[in-house]
Antibody, heavy 117, light 111 residues
Framework: EVQLVESGGGLVQPGGSLRLSCGAS????????MSWLRQAPGKGLEWVAN????????YYVDSLKGRFTISRDNAKNSLYLQMNSLRAEDTAVYYC??????????WGQGTLVTVSS | DVVMTQSPLSLPVTLGQPASISCRSS???????????LAWFQQRPGQSPRRLIY???NRDSGVPDRFSGSGSGTDFTLKISRVEAEDVGVYYC????????FGQGTKVEIK
């Protein structure tokens, strides 16, 4: 069974940084593109970033380029999202997902990031 | 950016009756590889999204066959043949041809 478990969310002040992690199990992690997506409270879904199997290709939504960095460690079956210069509008539930056929196939339960002073 | 527009945004339905959600993209979703990367997601209250349909009409494993997807180019539809109580939630379309963008969501509720 595919399982994706996010962690690392919490309360952070504007301008601060946070690193999210996603532990994967139940599939060969190194064989799949992986993604981060987010959902602001009461709002819709937004794609954040994708990374290919070996980490050599990374893609981001234009509005976040330069502040967020996606990475992975295939030896640890883990996906990461480093978030810097956080703003109030980054407040959201952040989901890790396995990508297949150019869309997120399996989603984690999400981790809440709150940016507030 | 490709803009995805769903209608209606709210859909009250009667149990056992059909339901249909429309999704339009601001440009064609036909990829140069010949595939059309249009997916549908269901998000039940308090849950993570779940993919139902990928590449327009392919149902994911475990998705009931009352869900079907169709369309091409810029116009797409998700149909539920007979709505059940467990279908309540928000449905999103998403294009994966030009990076990834989602529609605004359609809230399905029981009348």
């Amino acid at each position: 069974e595919v399982q994706l478990v996010e962690s690392g969310g919490g309360l952070v002040q504007p301008g601060g940084s946070l690193r999210l992690s996603c532990g994967a199990s139940g599939f060969t992690f190194s064989s799949y593109w992986m993604s981060w997506l987010r959902q602001a409270p009461g709002k819709g879904l937004e794609w954040v970033a994708n990374i290919n199997q070996d980490g050599s290709q990374k893609y981001y939504v234009d509005s976040l380029k330069g502040r967020f960095t996606i990475s992975r460690d295939n030896a640890k079956n883990s996906l990461y999202l480093q978030m810097n210069s956080l703003r109030a509008e980054d407040t959201a539930v952040y989901y890790c997902a396995r990508a297949y056929s150019s869309s997120p196939e399996y989603w984690g339960q999400g981790t809440l990031v709150t940016v507030s002073s | 950016d490709v803009v995805m527009t769903q209608s209606p945004l709210s859909l009250p339905v009667t149990l056992g009756q059909p339901a249909s959600i429309s999704c339009r993209s601001s440009q064609s979703l036909l990829h140069s590889d010949g595939n059309t990367y249009l997916a549908w997601f269901q998000q039940r209250p308090g849950q993570s999204p779940r993919r139902l349909i990928y590449k327009v009409s392919n149902r994911d494993s475990g998705v009931p066959d009352r869900f079907s997807g169709s369309g091409s180019g810029t116009d797409f539809t998700l149909k539920i043949s007979r709505v059940e109580a467990e279908d309540v939630g928000v449905y999103y379309c998403m294009q994966g041809t030009h990076w990834w963008t989602f529609g605004q969501g359609t809230k399905v509720e029981i009348k």
